[in-house]
Structure formats: structure tokens, C-alpha cells
């Protein structure tokens, strides 16, 4: 049988109800992720990621004093400018409250570097700081990846990307994750590149009864 990993991606405080980067209706996943995390006998590593910024980076709109969501450029990469978010030693950082976090085995931390913003847990996105989560998948000999989170069509979609590029089988748990949605088409489109890219599409309901 395929080793399995769960993938938690940043379902943080700022990205939760009454954050600096809420994002709509995110509380709701939350339940969802928490059932798959209890059945960690059908999974070989469970991993969160945390966006874990500080506050000079380079992707927040306040420190270019240029209007929130307007595009810029970061790095040689087009960038969306943030509002400030999920910045160290803030409440916005931390893991949402209810999130049940005793059965993860790692927390990858990433958009540390205050000079690229990084959506993939796998790297930044000029692909100059690795967080090693690949090599960890590796090393645990894991072969098919399970992507929930936030947000749908940013960071979720990004790690699966890069999961599907690294080799691993990769599957978009649909109903435990939610998107920022800045055009109402942005989370299905999303989906839809990641499935063009061979990945694959579950509902958390039909993987649970699999996975029994």
C-alpha cells in the first residue's frame, strides 16, 4: 500500500474569520481537516505549513506604500501586494484555535525571506529557498500527497503544483480548503490547473470511506 501524507497549508489566524487576510467562509475547513487528522492510522505523516513572515516583507503593500491587492513585482516575479499578514510574534501567525494540531509530525515554516514571497510549502516562488518538505516526503517514503488548507488558489494550489512536480501523487481534498477568490472563478480554475497537471480531485467524505 502507498504511503500517504497529509498537507495542512497555513490555516493560520490572519487567514481565518477576523484576519488581516480572511479568507470567506475559511472557519468551515476546519472541522473537516480536523476529521482527517483523527484518522492518522490512515496517514504516515501528517504536516502543517505556516506562512511565517517578517515584518519588512517585500509582499506586503505597506511597505511600498502602493494600494492593498494592487500588482507589483518582487524579486523579478509578479507579485500581489499583500495587507501585512501572519507576521512573527503576532496573534495572526499562530494556527486557527479549534485547528487539532497534537497529531502533526512536522511544521514547515515558509515567506521567511523578506525579499520573495513563497505560496508553495515546497519553495519560494523563484525557487531560491527549498523548505525541504520534498525531501522529508522522501525520506518517509511517501508517495501520495493529500493538499488542504488555504487558500484554494494561491497556496494550496501551488504546493500541489510543486507536490505533482517532485513525483508524488497528488490529490486536492476539495472540501477542506477554501479560496481567496478575488474573482469568483479563481478556486475552480485553480483546481482545474492542478488536475491539467495530472493531479487529482477528492471530497474528504469519499477519501474517509477509502481510507477505512
Known amino acids: 500500500m502507498s504511503k500517504k501524507a497529509l498537507l495542512v497549508i497555513d490555516v493560520q489566524n490572519d487567514f481565518c474569520e477576523g484576519?488581516?487576510?480572511?479568507?470567506?467562509?475559511?472557519?468551515?475547513?476546519?472541522?473537516?481537516?480536523?476529521?482527517?487528522?483523527a484518522d492518522q492510522m490512515q496517514f504516515d505523516l501528517i504536516i502543517a505549513s505556516q506562512d511565517f513572515h517578517p515584518e519588512n516583507h517585500g509582499s506586503f503593500a505597506s511597505n511600498h506604500d502602493v494600494e492593498v491587492f494592487s500588482m507589483g513585482e518582487?524579486?523579478?516575479?509578479?507579485?500581489?501586494?499583500?495587507?501585512?499578514?501572519?507576521?512573527?510574534?503576532?496573534?495572526?501567525?499562530?494556527?486557527?484555535?479549534d485547528l487539532d494540531m497534537h497529531m502533526f509530525d512536522v511544521i514547515v515554516q515558509?515567506?521567511?525571506?523578506?525579499?520573495?514571497?513563497?505560496?508553495?510549502?515546497?519553495?519560494?516562488?523563484?525557487?531560491?529557498?527549498?523548505?525541504?518538505?520534498?525531501?522529508?516526503?522522501?525520506?518517509?517514503?511517501?508517495?501520495?500527497?493529500?493538499v488542504t488548507g488555504l487558500a484554494t488558489d494561491y497556496c494550496v494550489k501551488f504546493t500541489a503544483l510543486d507536490a505533482i512536480a517532485e513525483g508524488f501523487k497528488t490529490f486536492m481534498v476539495t472540501d477542506a480548503m477554501k479560496g481567496v477568490n478575488q474573482n469568483p472563478s479563481d478556486?475552480?480554475?485553480?483546481?482545474?490547473?492542478?488536475?491539467?497537471?495530472?493531479?487529482?480531485?477528492v471530497n474528504s467524505v469519499d477519501l474517509l470511506k477509502v481510507l477505512e
Open 19 to 37: 484576519g488581516a487576510l480572511a479568507v470567506a467562509d475559511a472557519d468551515s475547513i476546519v472541522s473537516t481537516i480536523n476529521k482527517l487528522v
Open 74 to 97: 518582487l524579486n523579478g516575479e509578479p507579485q500581489v501586494m499583500w495587507p501585512d499578514h501572519c507576521v512573527q510574534g503576532t496573534h495572526g501567525v499562530q494556527f486557527h484555535d
Open 110 to 146: 515558509k515567506g521567511v525571506d523578506a525579499k520573495v514571497d513563497s505560496y508553495s510549502a515546497f519553495k519560494d516562488n523563484g525557487g531560491l529557498n527549498d523548505s525541504g518538505l520534498a525531501t522529508l516526503l522522501r525520506d518517509e517514503n511517501i508517495e501520495e500527497v493529500y
Open 187 to 201: 478556486s475552480d480554475e485553480a483546481i482545474m490547473h492542478v488536475l491539467k497537471e495530472g493531479g487529482y480531485q
